[in-house]
């Protein structure tokens, strides 16, 4: 299943037309513990790079932002019982949402894992 990445720090995982979003390792490690997931609704139809969802961690909130456009179609309830779980495994079980992908073209947007890695290098 190819990944891709977003200047944003989001990624998402595609199969069958459907993408799992979620935020980066990387993310993760910026935010420090995350207190608070705040999850969109499904059936939501969302624009590529529409703020979705909204991540809280002790230090800062920051937006989530959709890397394509689509149609809302699971959310990962267990994060709202168990936010930390965005630190335990970013970009695995803590997964925030599924879309299913409108357009995707949108894909050749995103980085894959080296260009995103490239990018972090980028970052300092």
Same mark, same amino acid.
């Given at each position: 299943?190819?990944?891709?990445?977003?200047?944003?720090?989001?990624?998402?995982?595609?199969?069958?037309?459907?993408?799992?979003?979620?935020?980066?390792?990387?993310?993760?490690?910026?935010?420090?513990?995350?207190?608070?997931?705040?999850?969109?609704? &499904?059936?939501?139809? #969302?624009?590529?790079?529409?703020? +979705?969802? +909204?991540?809280?961690?002790? @230090? =800062? =909130?920051?937006? &989530?932002? !959709?890397?394509? !456009?689509? @149609? &809302? #179609?699971? +959310?990962?309830?267990?994060? =709202?019982?168990?936010?930390?779980?965005?630190?335990?495994?970013?970009?695995?079980?803590?997964?925030?949402?599924?879309?299913?992908?409108?357009?995707? !073209?949108?894909?050749?947007?995103?980085?894959?894992?080296?260009?995103? =890695?490239?990018?972090?290098?980028?970052?300092?």
């Amino acid at each position: 299943m190819p990944v891709f990445y977003t200047r944003d720090h989001e990624w998402i995982r595609v199969e069958n037309g459907l993408g799992t979003v979620g935020v980066s390792e990387h993310a993760q490690e910026q935010l420090g513990d995350v207190v608070y997931v705040e999850l969109p609704e &499904v059936g939501r139809v #969302v624009k590529a790079h529409e703020q +979705v969802a +909204v991540v809280e961690s002790v @230090k =800062a =909130a920051s937006e &989530v932002y !959709s890397p394509v !456009s689509g @149609k &809302v #179609v699971a +959310v990962n309830t267990a994060l =709202a019982d168990n936010p930390a779980l965005v630190n335990d495994d970013a970009e695995g079980a803590a997964w925030f949402y599924r879309i299913e992908i409108g357009d995707p !073209s949108e894909l050749s947007s995103l980085m894959t894992p080296e260009a995103y =890695a490239d990018y972090l290098a980028t970052l300092g």
